[in-house]
């Protein structure tokens, strides 16, 4: 990456913090007055009934009770038959994808109650091919030599992002947005199974989530990865 490139990223990382940090100490109050902090602190002990958390659940079961169900069809109701055979493909490889998976239900269920409380939930969907070495080429005039790895098969994982893990470049609009990123905690061996050897080494594993850092306060315990940013450039098509 190009350093000034990097400053850029850099830049707008630290703009967006200095913006939504009104924001995301507000959610911290809302999410204590959810939670009933003070209340099973003992700090209060008049009876009282949470309506935050109650009204909350009620409207994350109203809105996500249930898988959805893909539905892929075409756009015109022609004699098609390679159109309607695909259509039926990706409806099948979608329904599989959602019910056999449990991130996708575990995603939408986190994003739902942080919209309720927050304002803004977030999913990242990746994909993930799976490679398996190729097979052995048979020649006359040159030696038996594998071919290049093939692939397996093939996944669209769906990542809860927490709601302080997300960024994106401060804009009007979102169509105005450029940059998108999100923060990932890693361990050393899910840095090296990404990025090889040779980075996981150069990388720092001193950071941990603020919640994890505030429920484990001896240090000691508190599990050290290494913080990534996974960025998105829409000017530049890169991510």
Known sequence: MAEDTLQLYLGAISAY??????????VEKILRRYRDDKRSQGAVNTPRFNILWSNVQTLTQATFSR??????????????????????ILERALEFEVQHYPDYR????????DRFLGGRGTA?????????????????????????E????ECVPTDYVHWRDFGHSVARSWEEVTLVWRRVYMSEAAVTERFGKEIAKK????????????AQRNEETVKKQA????VWDKERGVA
């Open 203 to 214: 990388i720092p594993y001193d950071a941990s989530p603020e919640e994890m850092k505030r």
């Open 227 to 230: 913080l990534v940013y996974e």
């Open 106 to 113: 575990a995603t939408l269920k986190a994003d739902v109650n």
């Open 124 to 148: 990242w969907i990746r994909y993930e091919p799976h490679m398996k070495p190729g097979d052995v080429q048979v020649t006359e005039d040159v030696e038996d030599t594998p071919v290049e």
């Open 150 to 153: 093939q692939l397996d098969y």
């Open 17 to 26: 913090e200095r913006e939504f940090k009104p924001w995301e100490s507000r």
């Open 67 to 88: 898988i959805p169900q893909p539905d892929v069809s075409r756009r015109f109701r022609d004699q098609d038959p390679v159109g309607r055979v695909a259509s039926l």
